[in-house]
């Protein structure tokens, strides 16, 4: 069974840092893209970042470039997402996700595995 789990968030002053982790078990990750979105109440669930397995061809929404950064770990099966500069606007769900079965990476419905999600909340 393919499981993904987050771990690393919690609360932060705006203006800090908080770094996520997703490790990935029951299957062979090496060839996997992986990546990161993010749900606040209210809102549709929305792409953050991706990166594929070699840990190339790495994509970021808009509101998050220049200050997060996906990378993978040396094994593969890990995805950490380091976030600098948090906002108050960067409060939401964060959620793991791996295999994407489409073109479409920034859309959720994409891809096939999913992690619990971890909160991360940023205070003013």
């Known amino acids: 069974q393919v499981q993904l789990v987050e771990s690393g968030g919690g609360l932060v002053q705006a203006g800090g840092s908080l770094s996520l982790s997703c490790t990935a078990s029951?299957?062979?990750?090496?060839?996997?893209?992986m990546g990161w979105f993010r749900q606040a109440p209210g809102k549709e669930r929305e792409f953050v970042a991706s990166?594929?397995?070699?840990?190339?061809?790495?994509y970021y929404a808009d509101s998050v470039k220049g200050r997060f950064t996906i990378s993978r770990g040396n094994t593969k099966n890990t995805v950490y997402l380091q976030m600098n500069t948090l906002k108050p606007e960067d409060t939401a769900v964060y959620y793991c996700?791996?295999?994407?079965?489409?073109?479409?990476?920034?859309?959720?419905?994409?891809?096939?595995?999913w992690g619990q999600g971890t909160q991360v909340t940023v205070s003013s």
């Open positions: 996700a791996a295999d994407p079965e489409g073109s479409n990476w920034y859309a959720s419905e994409t891809w096939h595995y």
């Open positions: 029951g299957a062979t990750f090496n060839n996997y893209p």
């Open positions: 990166t594929t397995w070699a840990g190339g061809n790495i």
